[in-house]
């Protein structure tokens, strides 16, 4: 399982909006200094996304308040499913439009391109019908482990001394 800790946003009756700071992989990664993902990590690194997580059982919305800290859990095959979808099927379709090009129109490679392209997009449009029916399963949102810390204190801007 992979866990996140985030600020509770708002509390619903059988979950929490979470928001929590996206961060990148980067970070621990010994090539980041030769590498051009790591320069655009570095860009786009504290994007704040909300997040909803479902109450674990026998869990009240009554213990969290806006503004709480809390550890939420992400299981791992609902990520090897999502990066599955998002990334391989799609790639998957324009392999399998490419060659359907080819068996199609033999030698025009225009069309070849133009079959793959096609088998792309119908390749997004499947994951988004998917993912559009998939919404309404519980076992694929996150859920809500504890709470982390109780409205931390505010933190005072730092000035520098001149």
């Not at 700071?21 to 504290?46: D, H, M, N, R, W």
């Not at 709480?68 to 990334?87: C, F, K, M, R, S």
């Not at 391989?88 to 391109?113: D, H, N, R, T, Y």
Request: aromatic content about 6%.
């Amino acid at each position: 399982m992979f866990s996140e800790a985030g600020r509770v946003v708002a509390v619903e009756p059988d979950s929490l909006w979470v928001e929590v700071i996206q961060t990148s992989a980067c970070e621990a990664c010994k090539a980041q200094k030769g590498c051009g993902q790591s320069a655009l990590a570095k860009v786009f690194s504290a994007r704040r996304q909300h997040v909803k997580a479902l109450l674990a059982n026998g869990d009240s919305a009554d213990h969290y308040h806006v503004d709480d800290w809390v550890e939420i859990h992400v299981p791992e095959d609902t990520i090897l499913q999502g990066v599955a979808l998002v990334y391989v099927l799609p790639l998957l379709a324009m392999i399998g439009g490419a060659l359907l090009g080819q068996s199609l129109f033999a030698a025009s490679e225009g069309k070849i391109i133009l079959s793959s392209l096609a088998g792309l997009a119908a390749g997004v449009l499947f994951v988004r019908w998917v993912s559009q029916h998939m919404a309404s399963k519980t076992t694929l949102y996150p859920t809500v482990k504890g709470l982390v810390s109780s409205r931390p204190a505010a933190v005072l801007p730092v000035t520098p001394v001149d």
